[in-house]
Structure formats: structure tokens, C-alpha cells
């Protein structure tokens, strides 16, 4: 746990260090399409790095994704984020937080990274416009200190997006 | 013991990881090869302890991890298999959490037997031994006054053999015999007091329509 942020959490339990590993391979073996995991030693925190997928309006360009594993994965989501500058799409706040069911409420412990990564794809391709959520400023703002994603109170409205 | 079952449990998980059917076994909530596993009735396949801990602990709704279908712990079915039939409790600790047992198998009945005894063999043997081809429609008889669910074999060996149910269907008593032959023990159980009359009845008969056949032959 090299990493400020990640020394404050609680060390991944055995099932979850050993479901990472079998989903390591299985990336190694299989990634998803426009996704490339950065290696490191750290089975805990995932860097990953995302490409807009062709004909789409992120197309050519590259973000990275922190994602973060619970003591309790996958019994719990992780937490993903866009490591800023985050791509501009209504429901991505500046500071990287993702506006995705799946990654709160809706989280299922039979979804993997990579499927996460599809879904995370899925809503950036489907975007029409490059703007920032509504209530951004103010969000990033209540955010200042740090808060994780995992503790906002999300409202899913949209199902297009 | 507790050190071969983990290495033959990593063999197989490692094989797993190579796409092949080994796969088709793991667990969808840890990924390894299911444990005490368990299956919904959307076909989903579970350690029990994972399922467990999921629905109980960590899930607001019940639903199936993979597919989202509603999940009702007494349609859970297990895959009992052969090798251990038990697990040890300490194969996968979570602290503080007791993991209940896994829910039984519901087992219907077993098929009934193919040849019952509940008849005297007496009667019978005499009137087969003597009178070969009258069997048969003492066997419709029989059949047509409820004693279907005794002899299911009987029963269905004649339904296939005869045009249809038709056949039967001057007897009175026809409907009354149909049933039973497609119940298991309870039934037959249930049947039996109220036909120990009729048995008797019809034991007589037997004995009667012989005796008059035989005097009828050899008198």
C-alpha cells in the first residue's frame, strides 16, 4: 500500500485478493476492448487506462480510471473514479466521480472489472454532448475534502446516457 | 486429508482459468470452484456461504447476482455431488459470521414399486394357472372396480395396449381406478381402507367364477 489514500483502508480479505487475482488473469487473457490495466504491485488499486472508442465523441482520446477494492470485494463495489482531467459528459463531475448505478446501488458481486469498464465505455459512447453535470461546481465543492463516491447519495434519472 | 482436497481444489481452479469446462463450475460470486454449491432457479450456480452473505448481509434486494431474478431461499437447489458430503466449516472463515446450513434438496417421492403384493396370491395364482386366457379380462376387471393404483405397471402396460381409455369405460367404476396409478405410496395408503370391502367382494367372485369354470371343464 504505497499510496496515501489506499493505506487508510482496510486490507483486501483472502476471498477478495483471490477473486483479483483470477480476474487479473482473466484481463491478461481477455481485456476489454479500449482498455489497457497499468501494472503494478498493488492488487488493490487498479490503474487503468481508457480509450474513447471510434466514431463516438471521445474518440482518440485517453483517460484513466482509479479503481479501488473494498476489504469485502466483491461483497461491496469498489470505487471508480476518473483520475481528472475527466472526460466531459453529463453524468462525470470534474473531480472523476461517475454517476453509475452499477458502481452504488445496483452493484452485484457476479459483475467484474472488466464488466465495470464495458458499462463505463458503454455511457461515454452513448453520450450526445460534452457538457458537465448540471450540479457540478456544487458537488465538487462538498467533495473538497476527499469524500469517496461510495458516500454520495446518487439519484439515477437517466437511462439514456 | 484437509491438505489433498486444497491442492486437488487448486488443480482444478487453475485449470479453470485456461477457458476450459472447469468453468462451468465455479462460483459466480468468488469465481472459484463452487463450494457446498448451490443453484437457483434461474440455473445460477453459488458457494452457498457466498450466496449466503450476499442476500443477507450485503444486498437490499433478493435477487440473483447474475440475471437480477428474485431469489427465494427455499427454491434454492444443491448440487449434491459425489466425493465430500459434508464441508468443513473452516474451508472459508468469515469472521463474526455464522453461515447457516444449506438448505436441503426438496425429494419428491420415489417411483412406486413395479409388482405390488398387497393381493393374496392365492387367488391369483389359481385363476392365472388354470384359465390362461381369461387373465386378461379379469385384469380389466380388476382394474375397473380401483385397484389401478396397486398395480401401476399393470395399469400402464394396459393402457398402452388397448385402443384408449374407452376400453374401460362401460365398467362404473372406471374413473375411480384411473388416478391413483399416477400417485406414489401416500395414496395407496390412504386407498387401502376404504377398498379392504370391495377386496373382499371380488377375492369371492374370483373364487366363484373359478369354481364354476372348473366344474364347468371338468365336471
Not at chain 2, 130 to 144: I, K, Q, R, V, Y
Amino acid at each position: 500500500m504505497t499510496s496515501p489514500s489506499a493505506s487508510s483502508r482496510k486490507a483486501l480479505s483472502k476471498i477478495a485478493c483471490n477473486r483479483l487475482q483470477k480476474e487479473l488473469m482473466e484481463w491478461q487473457v481477455n481485456p476489454p476492448a479500449g482498455f489497457k490495466h497499468k501494472v503494478t504491485d498493488n492488487l488493490q488499486r487498479w490503474i487503468i487506462e481508457v480509450n474513447g472508442a471510434p466514431g463516438t465523441l471521445y474518440a482518440d482520446e485517453m483517460y484513466q480510471l482509479q479503481v479501488d477494492f473494498p476489504e469485502h470485494y466483491p461483497m461491496e463495489a469498489p470505487q471508480v473514479v476518473f483520475i481528472p482531467p475527466a472526460p466531459a459528459h453529463p453524468h462525470i463531475y470534474s473531480n472523476g466521480h461517475i454517476c453509475l448505478d452499477i458502481l452504488y446501488d445496483s452493484w452485484s458481486p457476479a459483475m467484474t472489472v472488466s464488466s465495470i469498464c464495458i458499462s463505463i465505455l458503454s455511457m461515454l459512447s452513448s453520450s450526445t454532448v460534452k457538457q458537465r453535470p448540471v450540479d457540478n461546481d456544487r458537488y465538487v465543492k462538498n467533495c473538497k475534502n476527499g469524500r469517496s463516491p461510495k458516500e454520495t447519495r446518487w439519484w439515477f434519472h437517466d437511462d439514456k446516457v | 486429508m484437509q491438505k489433498s482436497t486444497a491442492t486437488a481444489f487448486e488443480n482444478s481452479s487453475s485449470s479453470g482459468n485456461g477457458g476450459n469446462d472447469a468453468g462451468d463450475f465455479e462460483c459466480n460470486i468468488c469465481f472459484e470452484l463452487a463450494q457446498d454449491p448451490i443453484v437457483t432457479l434461474c440455473g445460477h450456480l453459488y458457494c452457498w456461504p457466498c450466496l449466503y452473505r450476499w442476500l443477507r448481509l450485503h444486498s437490499q434486494s433478493h435477487e440473483c447476482p447474475v440475471c437480477k431474478a428474485l431469489i427465494q431461499e427455499e427454491k434454492l437447489v444443491p448440487l449434491y455431488g459425489r466425493g465430500r458430503t459434508s464441508t468443513d466449516p473452516r474451508s472459508k472463515p468469515v469472521p463474526g459470521v455464522e453461515i447457516p446450513r444449506r438448505p436441503a434438496g426438496q425429494r419428491p417421492e420415489t417411483a412406486p414399486p413395479p409388482e405390488s403384493n398387497t393381493f393374496p396370491n392365492s387367488g391369483f395364482g389359481l385363476m392365472g394357472g388354470l384359465f390362461p386366457g381369461a387373465t386378461a379380462s379379469f385384469g380389466n376387471f380388476t382394474m375397473s372396480a380401483g385397484f389401478g393404483g396397486f398395480i401401476p405397471s399393470l395399469l400402464s402396460f394396459q393402457f398402452h395396449g388397448f385402443p384408449g381409455p374407452t376400453a374401460f369405460g362401460t365398467t362404473p367404476n372406471y374413473q375411480y381406478g384411473y388416478p391413483p396409478a399416477y400417485h406414489g405410496a401416500n395414496v395407496q395408503n390412504a386407498a387401502h381402507p376404504s377398498q379392504g370391502q370391495a377386496d373382499n367382494n371380488l377375492k369371492f367372485m374370483f373364487l366363484l367364477v373359478g369354481f364354476l369354470v372348473f366344474l364347468y371343464l371338468f365336471g
